[in-house]
């Protein structure tokens, strides 16, 4: 082997190795939602729903409260789908039962969306044209997940903000938001 060649193959080595865990990663991810859906075969109310998430949220191992929300979230949105137990994501998925939620669900995994938060985003209502105050659907398990959580991560970012390294004040907070979002 020249010297030309070997030193492509150690080059070519890491890029392998990355298209390896890029194959293992989506393989696993589509496990996951594969599991997700033999589960809500068992999972029959919107009060198992959210069993089922609680019980999810409690075996998850993580350094921020904020990544168990969303990973709750995620799961809480498929199986909402997947069980057919949400009024207006049935309605906005056509879905009657919870065979129908499935096949939506594979629907939208062959589109691309198989890893827990890109199918919760595919499978969650578009925000054009709601009203103010309407929820995305988690209202119907009798909870605002969503809402919790955004508010407990805007008392961190205004506790933060607020702190002597930034020394911010509240206005001058909503006032670069507002400047953010205008963009």
């Not at 030193?7 to 589509?30: E, K, M, V, W």
């Not at 969303?70 to 009657?96: C, G, P, W």
């Not at 827990?116 to 988690?138: I, N």
């Not at 909870?143 to 205004?158: F, P």
């Amino acid at each position: 082997m020249s010297k030309a060649e070997n030193i492509q193959s150690n080059t070519s080595a890491p890029y392998i190795a990355g298209q390896r865990f890029g194959t293992f990663y989506n393989d696993t991810a589509l496990t996951i939602v594969n599991r997700l859906l033999d589960d809500a075969k068992s999972v029959h109310t919107a009060g198992d729903v959210k069993d089922y998430c609680k019980g999810y949220k409690s075996s998850l191992v993580s350094d921020s409260q904020g990544s168990k929300d969303s990973q709750t979230s995620y799961v809480r949105k498929i199986m909402l789908v997947a069980t057919a137990n949400d009024a207006k994501l049935n309605e906005f998925h056509k879905v009657k039962t919870p065979a129908q939620g499935a096949k939506v669900i594979k629907d939208k995994m062959t589109k691309g969306a198989k890893g827990l938060d890109s199918l919760a985003k595919a499978l969650r209502l578009p925000s054009a044209g709601k009203a103010e105050g309407e929820g995305d659907g988690d209202s119907e398990t009798g909870t605002n997940d969503t809402h919790d959580t955004l508010l407990a991560w805007w008392a961190a970012c205004e506790k933060l903000g607020h702190s002597d390294k930034f020394g911010l004040t509240t206005d001058e907070m909503l006032a670069h938001v507002a400047k953010v979002l205008a963009k």
